[in-house]
């Protein structure tokens, strides 16, 4: 049968895949770095022992993570991703012509440095000119930032080791103020079969502080569950009230203007953790 990588889940459920060879297993300052090269999905980041990203699946989480809040502004000129040291969601960013800055807050530069090395499609966008990469705390880098950002993306490791206070009320609270007074911000949220407390109070939490709060969801097979969640907090901006005449064609391959609508539909288990 081989050797195959599994992150477990519970100590019941995990997700598996064959691995071909690893082509690298570090202990970074913040976490165990691994980059495997699986069968199925090409290579394959893993961070204390979770998929973070693999080569055949990855344009669906960060499309999704990307497009959905910048169709939904009409203008996104100046953006944040925190963590996302992949580069995946900064390549997407990029395409749209409007955006002037994309700066990357990642705490973990080692993240940066393998993912260059072994995942040259997803974090070669990291050097393009708009960009501007950072390693440093993304809790303190917000706290810092005042009424700058048009969008903030929150591209970080579930709440564990230096994501925890990500996912805090506090993050949330600096994020209004380093956003623009018509800001939208989204954070992936994990899956509801699994983490449908987090979700719930993650909900919440962002519903106290922005006046829009909406959650959607996006199919990735190498995820957990394979159902992934995403929390919009939107000061103004409405992303089920989007001008046709935005969707102007940018090359993707998950993300349309149709599936834009349907990722709010949720299924009724996951829409009672909203409420
Ligand atoms: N897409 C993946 C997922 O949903 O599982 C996550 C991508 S991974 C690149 C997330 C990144 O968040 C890691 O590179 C990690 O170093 C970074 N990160 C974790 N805590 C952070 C913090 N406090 N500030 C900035 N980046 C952080």
Same mark, same amino acid.
């Given at each position: 049968?081989?050797?195959?990588?599994?992150?477990?889940?519970?100590? *019941?459920? +995990?997700?598996?895949?064959?691995?071909?060879?690893?082509?690298?297993?570090?202990?970074?300052?913040?976490?165990?770095?691994?980059?495997?090269?699986?069968?199925?999905?090409?290579?394959?980041?893993?961070?204390?022992?979770?998929?973070?990203?693999?080569?055949?699946?990855?344009?669906?989480? !960060?499309?999704?993570?990307?497009?959905?809040?910048?169709?939904? !502004?009409?203008?996104?000129?100046?953006?944040?991703?925190?963590? +996302? +040291?992949?580069?995946?969601?900064?390549?997407?960013?990029?395409?749209?012509?409007?955006?002037?800055?994309?700066?990357?807050?990642?705490?973990?530069?080692?993240?940066?440095?393998?993912?260059?090395?072994?995942?040259?499609?997803?974090?070669?966008?990291?050097?393009?000119?708009?960009?501007?990469?950072?390693?440093?705390?993304?809790?303190?880098?917000?706290?810092?930032?005042?009424?700058?950002?048009?969008?903030?993306?929150?591209?970080?490791?579930?709440?564990?080791?230096?994501?925890? *206070?990500?996912?805090?009320?506090?993050?949330?609270?600096?994020?209004?103020?380093?956003?623009?007074?018509?800001?939208?911000?989204?954070?992936?949220?994990?899956?509801?079969?699994?983490?449908?407390?987090?979700? !719930?109070?993650?909900?919440?939490?962002?519903?106290?502080?922005?006046?829009?709060?909406?959650?959607?969801?996006?199919?990735?097979?190498?995820?957990?569950? +394979?159902?992934?969640?995403?929390?919009?907090?939107?000061?103004? !901006? *409405?992303?089920?009230?989007?001008?046709?005449?935005?969707?102007?064609?940018?090359?993707?391959?998950?993300?349309?203007?149709?599936?834009?609508?349907?990722?709010?539909?949720?299924?009724?288990?996951?829409?009672?953790?909203?409420?």
């Amino acid at each position: 049968m081989g050797i195959w990588f599994t992150e477990h889940q519970t100590a *019941n459920f +995990g997700i598996t895949a064959k691995i071909k060879q690893t082509l690298a297993a570090v202990k970074t300052e913040y976490q165990e770095l691994q980059v495997i090269e699986t069968e199925e999905w090409g290579n394959m980041l893993v961070l204390d022992d979770m998929v973070m990203t693999t080569e055949k699946d990855e344009f669906v989480y !960060h499309e999704m993570v990307a497009h959905v809040p910048l169709y939904t !502004h009409p203008n996104p000129k100046n953006v944040l991703v925190v963590g +996302g +040291g992949d580069g995946g969601v900064i390549r997407e960013v990029l395409k749209h012509q409007s955006v002037q800055k994309a700066t990357l807050v990642d705490i973990d530069g080692d993240v940066i440095a393998y993912s260059k090395k072994y995942l040259p499609t997803i974090a070669g966008a990291l050097d393009d000119e708009r960009v501007e990469v950072k390693v440093d705390d993304g809790f303190m880098y917000i706290a810092e930032s005042e009424r700058e950002f048009d969008v903030i993306l929150v591209d970080s490791t579930e709440p564990v080791g230096p994501a925890v *206070n990500l996912f805090t009320q506090g993050f949330y609270a600096g994020i209004a103020k380093a956003l623009k007074d018509d800001g939208i911000f989204v954070a992936q949220t994990d899956n509801p079969w699994f983490k449908a407390d987090l979700i !719930h109070q993650v909900f919440k939490d962002v519903k106290e502080i922005f006046p829009v709060t909406k959650l959607y969801t996006a199919n990735i097979p190498t995820y957990p569950s +394979g159902m992934w969640t995403f929390t919009m907090g939107s000061k103004i !901006h *409405n992303p089920l009230k989007v001008k046709d005449e935005r969707f102007t064609e940018i090359g993707t391959k998950y993300y349309t203007p149709e599936l834009h609508y349907a990722s709010f539909a949720l299924p009724k288990f996951v829409k009672e953790l909203t409420e």
